[in-house]
């Protein structure tokens, strides 16, 4: 069933309209559910945050194949550069981030950000691209490589069946949705427990890394700026690949309402996520060097495999375990955070309703979850999931450079608006401005591709007008909807 955009009340885990339709929302509003109604707690603490941000940043991809930055820098010494250039813009966004949860504390993330600076158009259309095609692609993609990795090693010696690899992904997919539907308290501790194993996985590479360091193995470091020049359009490309490793960096504000003390804990969990982060992926690429070469590095289809069976012997076996543990804590904090913010869109009217409904007695907005649970399911066995994330990959980037464009807008559109957590102007117009680059970049390097994402992001433009704008829908369309 489909709404007018509206802002509901809390009430036993349902919600009545409250704003009529085309409004923008109030700044201030916090949709806090009267004493005696069921609302999402505030269950997310300091470290609880940190978890979220760590556990979904780090994925598969720093173990496996971090060979897309060196591709396009063609040196050893350019790509460590990139890599932290890259953590250095990722914390730039962050910390827009952490001025627009702090002064709007609403969950939701880019969708509530757009509709508070922009209107309910472009944040209908980005979350209706989520819900459809992003979320359910980017959650089947993340569960293959934990599928693929939990099964590594008991098929050590031939090639891992398919429909094996997507049997035990079906059973981690519905273990996610199982446990984000039943308890917020258990699905953060178990992520708390996942961004742990990221960690030790992390230092499992770094430590035998520097240890080779100590022994002198730097060969490989030696004229690190040497090879191939990095051309015009590599560079570029470059830093998308390294943007895209350390995507995640907004999802806890996706559940600003059920953080602890938001003002405090989001700038605070930001900071220190991305501190640790940054760190972690560039000594992780400085350990890769002391063992592996550059050409090796570019052949080698798991990195931290390969690293791992040259220093480590028998004991290399613990890392595609490692590496699945990774993937499903993606999973997990993904999937906790973007069900928020479609708990927050149907709240404004931009979803079914029930969406916005939360379990009486669990607290979860256990529809908003479950609703993701058979668009995953048909993409994992159906679906071409690489061409779908190719083809809206632009789209992330794109929105995310107009939220932060929307911190600059709102700046001069109220200036007396709180804001607990201020950043320098220029941080915020020096990321947008990059995040806008690389969605020209896309444009002009694969123009078919992203073309056709583009066309697919704006099937949301009628989608808007059709299911919430048009007021005059024949008795059949409304049943049809369940109004």
């Known amino acids: 069933m489909w709404r007018k955009a509206s802002v509901p009340a809390a009430s036993n885990g349902k919600y009545s309209p409250g704003r009529s339709k085309g409004r923008s929302p109030s700044l201030e509003s916090g949709h806090l559910a009267p004493e005696g109604k069921v609302a999402l707690k505030q269950k997310v603490t300091l470290l609880r945050g940190i978890s979220i941000i760590i556990g979904t940043i780090i994925g598969a991809g720093i173990f496996i194949s971090p060979k897309g930055i060196l591709q396009n820098t063609g040196s050893v010494g350019m790509s460590l550069c990139v890599w932290a250039a890259c953590g250095l813009l990722s914390l730039f966004g962050a910390l827009c981030y952490a001025e627009l949860g702090t002064c709007i504390k ?24 989520e819900l459809l095609i992003i979320r359910p692609a980017a959650t089947a993609v993340i569960s293959l490589a934990f599928g693929r990795y939990i099964l590594e090693p008991f098929f050590m010696q031939c090639e891992i069946p398919e429909l094996a690899i997507k049997l035990i992904t079906a059973v981690g997919i519905t273990t996610v949705m199982v446990l984000n539907s039943t308890s917020v308290s258990w699905s953060a501790r ?8 990221k960690l030790v996985a992390i230092l499992i590479i770094i430590v035998p890394g520097v240890i080779q360091l100590i022994k002198g193995e730097t060969q490989h470091f030696k004229n690190a700026f040497a090879g191939n020049d990095a051309s015009v359009m590599g560079l570029p490309l470059a830093f998308y690949s390294g943007m895209y490793a350390y995507s995640g960096w907004f ?8 953080v602890e003390n938001p003002e405090k804990n989001i700038p605070l969990a ?47 076996l613990a890392v595609p375990v490692f590496v699945a543990l990774s993937c499903f804590g993606s999973m997990n904090g993904g999937v906790f955070a973007v069900s928020r913010m479609f708990f927050v869109a149907s709240r404004e009217g ?65 200036p007396d608006m709180p804001r607990p957590f ?62």
Request: proline share 5%.
């Open 190 to 197: 178990i992520q708390i427990f996942l961004t742990f194993c």
């Open 270 to 316: 930001i900071c220190i996520s991305m501190i640790i982060v940054t760190v972690g992926y560039v000594l992780t690429n400085v350990a890769y060097f002391t063992t592996i070469s550059a050409g090796e590095l570019l052949l080698s289809k798991a990195v931290a495999v390969t690293f791992a069976e040259r220093l480590m012997g028998n004991f290399s």
């Open 350 to 414: 931009h979803l079914p309703e029930i969406l916005s409904m939360i379990h009486v007695r669990k607290h979860t907005p256990l529809p908003a979850v479950i609703v993701l649970y058979p668009l995953t399911m048909i993409m994992l066995f159906n679906g071409d999931l690489y061409s779908l994330l190719n083809f809206l990959s632009f789209a992330r980037w794109l929105f995310i450079g107009l939220a932060v464009a929307g911190l600059i807008y709102l700046r001069y559109k109220r």
């Open 106 to 129: 609403k969950s939701g993330g880019h969708y509530t950000y757009i509709l508070e600076a922009f209107g309910p158009l472009p944040a209908f259309v980005r979350v209706w691209v």
């Open 422 to 483: 201020k950043v320098p102007l220029f941080i915020p117009a020096l990321f947008s401005f990059t995040c806008l680059f690389m969605v020209a970049l896309s444009l002009y390097s694969d123009p078919v591709n992203t073309g056709i994402g583009f066309a697919i992001t704006l099937t949301g433009v009628p989608a808007y007008y059709l299911f919430i704008i048009w007021d005059k829908k024949p008795k059949w369309f409304r049943k049809l909807l369940g109004k």
């Open 251 to 258: 999802y806890l504000n996706f559940v600003t309402e059920e």
